[in-house]
């Protein structure tokens, strides 16, 4: 369809068919960039046990799909990092609940003139 639309462009511009069959040319093989990820390879065997936890985009060093950035760090401390991390944000909530002004008082106070009306209210001082 590309390479139509390129034909059909170069006869409406004057051209003799080349430009029309280099762009087509170009336009069909991705402009020399192949395939966005790399080469698709077929297996022509078993593929190796546990070959779905392995990102292979064509690099020479195949990376692990599940990263292990921290293995000296053990379960339990990782537990104890999760749940202080929780523990702070409980502790914020609370201290947020706790200091809601707005609940207290929810409307805002009038202020009158004269002394805010304190005759008119009913002072006799």
Known sequence: MA???TAMGSRVLGGHGAAA???ASALRHRAGMGLPAGRHIVPDKPLPT????VWDNGTPFPEPCVDRLAPHIGKY??????????????ALGLAAVANDKASKIPFTPKIYPYDNLR???GDRQ
Do not use: I, P, Q, T
């Open 77 to 90: 401390e990782a537990l104890a990092w999760l749940c202080g991390g929780l523990s702070f944000f409980a």
């Open 119 to 121: 005759v008119e209210l």
């Open 3 to 5: 390479g139509r639309l």
């Open 21 to 23: 069959r280099a762009a």
């Open 50 to 53: 546990n070959d779905e936890l």
